[in-house]
C-alpha cells in the first residue's frame, strides 16, 4: 500500500495509517484520511444500496 492509503479502525474507531491494527478489525484502503474517517458512513450508504437493489430483484 501507498504511504497515502487510510483504514478505519472498528476496534478504536480511529482512523489510521497501514500500519494500524490488524485487517480483521478494520475497513479500507481508502485514498486519504478524511474518506476514511467516514467510512461507517460510507459502508452504510452501501448496505441500503444494495438492499434496495436485492428488494428490486425479489419483486
Do not use: K, N
Not at 489510521?16 to 484520511?33: F, M, Q, W
Not at 478524511?34 to 461507517?40: N, Y
Request: charge should be negative; proline fraction near 5%.
Amino acid at each position: 500500500m501507498s504511504e497515502g492509503t487510510w483504514f478505519y479502525c472498528l476496534r478504536h474507531e480511529t482512523v489510521e495509517p497501514v500500519d494500524g491494527c490488524r485487517a480483521a478489525d478494520r475497513l479500507g484502503p481508502y485514498p486519504d484520511r478524511e474518506t476514511a474517517s467516514r467510512a461507517l458512513e460510507l459502508a452504510r450508504e452501501r448496505t441500503e444500496r444494495e438492499d434496495r437493489r436485492d428488494a428490486e430483484w425479489e419483486d
